[in-house]
Structures are given as structure tokens and as C-alpha cells.
């Protein structure tokens, strides 16, 4: 039998398990358990579900296990006594309730001090914002607090029996700076004291060896990573490329791997990569539902939806819709709402509406872009990727406002082949190269109403929200 790798994902919706040839990247087996919905949960529910997918991924059968790795959602608190259990709900990245405590660590220091020492402005997703939150809400639970881990941490403690952790995924707590390591006086600070807290390891390293109930014969575990830094190594992701991950909520983000990011505005995260260097990330809150609302108030699937906006006028007849929905965190507009201007009796229409809804989500993405490429090197090519990424419009719209080439990718479980890829760099101490499929490779027409576009899309919003 031939030697396998097996990447995981543990995502706030569920766990997925990939076995992959090692030598090829093919995929062989996988499985996937959802995960409740929710912002807080019983950690231990996640290793339940972990343990169901791999008994139905089966590594095993389809060849030698060498290798695991294990990609995780960032930010969430799981915080454990002396006897490794939780001394509360794992509170995760979408858990808003610590808003309070991130503005009033802004508030304490300063943004550039923030940005500065751990490479991020506080916001409510961030570990650190969570610890204080419990510890001014739940002392009892608080004071039983002996360790404090991630989500990828912890479930690299059920494969192996040991704690562990990478840079990527620390990065995103407010507590660690991916360049020098913890700062345990900020938990001091903000949570009282310093617990106990995993090991960080090389990108390379072996963390652990699965246990016996796994059924693979002690196979090497490697350090594991947040879930955008294992996409990132998923995806191959080169220097001078951006991933553009368009789903529900979209992703902005590369690999550098000499430069780490101080952004004292707090629009780009500073986070570490998985190899070794750093990935600079923004996020927007309002992507391809704003295209799937849109086609629900036509009437229509998106197929036809992709026909309406592909028929009517580039620019949308002057309609100029402002994406933000569900407020938004790039730019900064938590309590904000959507607006269409433009609207005359000419103008509204069915294609015009349509087209105006993919030209808003693709402007919010390359705003994201444009503001990456302030602290990043300036991109050549962008990968879409992400359920949006279906949309034929929106793929046709994509080069001309970010004005890069654009390769449209596969379909695929990015972030479990990133971790994948990982473990294998752990068994045989080489990362392996997998072949990256492109669907389509795009390039701006450069006639010029991609510009136009933007330039009347960031009018409008400063315009309307001041930003």
C-alpha cells in the first residue's frame, strides 16, 4: 500500500477529514461531520466529531499513514483546568460579547502600540479580548483557568496526547507577535495572570505521534496551523499572488515571507503563515450573500442571475450599491447598512439591480486588496477561490476591478490539503509541490471601465460613510 497524508479541518461549521496520496496529492477518502451552530461551544464536542470523521474517512484503509495535520478557526478560547477540562464554552471568532473589552484595550494603549506589539488591532474575535471578558463575567470559571489553548491546539492534544501549537494560529490571539514570540504581561494585564500556554513549533516539526485509537501506527503529527494560514499552503499561494475567498464572508490575503505587518488602522491582521513568514489578512463581512439576497429578491437562481448581470450595462446603468448588510469590519462599519443610489426610472432594472450586486461585492474585495497592497508588495495575480467564485459575472468582473490576472481555481477543501501538505513536510522533511488547477485565467480588457467603476464605487462610499 501506498504511504498516505491526512489533513484536517475543524471549521466553526464542521470537521473534514482528507486523506491524499503523499507523493501526489491525490485524494483517496474523506469524510465530514458538522458541528453545531453557534459562537460558544463544548470543546469536546469538536473531538467527537473529529473522531466520527476519521472512523468514516478510514486513513488507514487506504494506504500507510505517515503523516497528520490539523487546521483549526482561529481565535477562540478554550480555556482548561488542571485536569485539561473546560471550565467554559470554547467561545469562538464570531462571538461578539467581548466588544467592550477590545475597544477598551484600543482605548488603553493606542492602535499603534497594538499593531506594533502583537501585529493587530484588538477586535472581539481575538483570544485576549475573550480572556478578559471572562474574567470579568466568569471569575469562578476564570480562577479555575490552568491552560489556554485554540481550537487546533486542542485538538491536537486529542490525536496525540500532547500541546503544541504553530505561529499562525497564535498570531491571531493579541497575545503573541509572530516575530518574537508570547507576551504573557498582556495577560497579566488583561486577564490577571499568565496560564499555562502550548508550546509554539517550527512549521516543519513534529509535534506528537497519534495515539493508538487512531489506528495508524504512531503516525508523526505536525504543528498544525490557523485556518487562512492552511489555505494559503493549500493553495500554493506564491509571492506577488493574493487569495480571494469569496464566501459568505470573504478573505483577503498573502504570503510574505520576510515582512510582518504592523497596520496601526486596524483594517489588515497581521497574522504568520505557515511556513515561516506571515500573512497579511483582511476580511469583509458582506460577500456572496449580498449576490444570493440579490438573486432571492429577483426571483431567480443564479444561473440566471449571472445572465442578468452579464446583459445589461458594465457600469450598471449609474446604480452604485453599497454592500454592507450586516455592518462591516473592512472597512470599519459595525453598526452600518446597505445603500443604492442611482436609481431612476431608467436604471432600475432587473439586469441593472443584478449587475450592481456583483460590482459591490468585487469592489469591497479589491478594497481589501488595495489596502493589503499598502503593507504588503503590490500582487500580480489573484486565485479565487470560495463558493462565490462559482458566479459567472462575478468571475468576469473580477480582473477588472482588482486589474490583475486572475486564476479562477478548482473547487476543493483548501485548508485540509494545506494542512495535509503540512504533514507530510513533518514525515519525510520535504514540503511537497501538489499541482494547483485553474478553471479559467483571466486578464483585465483595459478598456478602462474597471477603473471607472472603482473610482465611482470609493466616491460613493465616502460619500455615505465617510471612509
Not at 453 to 458: F, Q, V
Request: net charge negative; proline share 6%.
Amino acid at each position: 500500500m501506498s504511504d498516505v497524508v491526512v489533513g484536517i479541518d475543524s471549521s466553526t461549521q464542521s470537521c473534514k477529514v482528507l486523506v491524499l496520496d503523499a507523493a501526489t496529492g491525490a485524494e483517496l477518502r474523506s469524510a465530514k461531520v458538522a458541528h453545531p451552530d453557534g459562537t460558544s461551544i463544548d470543546p469536546r464536542i469538536w473531538a467527537a466529531a473529529l473522531h466520527r470523521a476519521w472512523k468514516e474517512a478510514d486513513p488507514a484503509g487506504a494506504g500507510t499513514v505517515i503523516g497528520v495535520g490539523l487546521a483549526a478557526q482561529q481565535h477562540g478560547m478554550v480555556a482548561l483546568d488542571a485536569a485539561g477540562e473546560p471550565v467554559f464554552d470554547a467561545l469562538l471568532w464570531n462571538d461578539t460579547r467581548s466588544a467592550p473589552e477590545a475597544a477598551a484595550m484600543v482605548s488603553d494603549h493606542g492602535a499603534d502600540f497594538w499593531a506594533r506589539e502583537v501585529g493587530s488591532v484588538p477586535v472581539a474575535s481575538f483570544t485576549l479580548t475573550k480572556l478578559a471578558w471572562l474574567a470579568r463575567n466568569e471569575p469562578e470559571a476564570a480562577a479555575r483557568v490552568h491552560r489556554v489553548v485554540l481550537p487546533h491546539d486542542y485538538l491536537n492534544h486529542v490525536l496525540t496526547g500532547s500541546w503544541f501549537t504553530d505561529r499562525s494560529d497564535t498570531s491571531g490571539t493579541a497575545y503573541y507577535h509572530p516575530a518574537t514570540g508570547y507576551l504573557p504581561e498582556l495577560l497579566t494585564e488583561y486577564f490577571g495572570r499568565a496560564p499555562e500556554l502550548p508550546e509554539v513549533i517550527a512549521p516543519d516539526a513534529v509535534g506528537g505521534h497519534l495515539l493508538p485509537e487512531f489506528g495508524a501506527d504512531g503516525a508523526v503529527v505536525s504543528a498544525g496551523a490557523g485556518d487562512n494560514a492552511a489555505a494559503a499552503l493549500g493553495l500554493g499561494l506564491q509571492s506577488r499572488e493574493i487569495a480571494v475567498s469569496i464566501g459568505t464572508s470573504g478573505t483577503v490575503f498573502a504570503s510574505v515571507p520576510d515582512r510582518p505587518t504592523a497596520d496601526p488602522t486596524g483594517a489588515v491582521a497581521g497574522f504568520a503563515d505557515a511556513t515561516g513568514g506571515y500573512l497579511p489578512l483582511l476580511a469583509v463581512i458582506n460577500s456572496a450573500r449580498v449576490m444570493a439576497t440579490t438573486a432571492e429578491l429577483l426571483g431567480v437562481g443564479l444561473a440566471e442571475f449571472d445572465r442578468l448581470a452579464s446583459s445589461g450595462d458594465p457600469l450598471a446603468g449609474g446604480l452604485n450599491l453599497m454592500p454592507y448588510f450586516d455592518g462591516e469590519r473592512t472597512p470599519n462599519l459595525p453598526g452600518a447598512s446597505g445603500s443604492l443610489t442611482g436609481m431612476s426610472r431608467a436604471s432600475l432594472t432587473r439586469e441593472n439591480l443584478a449587475r450592481s450586486s456583483v460590482l459591490a461585492v468585487m469592489n469591497s474585495l479589491a478594497d481589501a486588496a488595495e489596502a493589503l497592497s499598502e503593507v504588503s508588495r503590490p500582487a500580480q495575480r489573484a486565485l479565487l477561490i470560495g463558493g462565490g467564485a462559482r458566479s459567472a459575472s462575478l468571475r468576469a468582473v473580477a480582473p477588472e476591478l482588482l486589474g490583475i490576472n486572475v486564476d479562477v481555481l478548482e473547487a476543493g477543501e483548501y485548508v485540509a490539503l494545506g494542512a495535509a501538505r503540512q504533514a507530510a513536510w513533518a514525515a519525510t522533511g520535504e514540503l511537497p509541490v501538489f499541482e494547483r488547477h485553474a478553471q479559467a485565467r483571466l486578464s483585465p480588457s483595459g478598456d478602462g471601465w474597471g477603473r471607472e467603476s472603482r473610482t465611482l464605487y470609493a466616491a460613493e462610499r465616502t460619500r455615505l460613510y465617510g471612509v
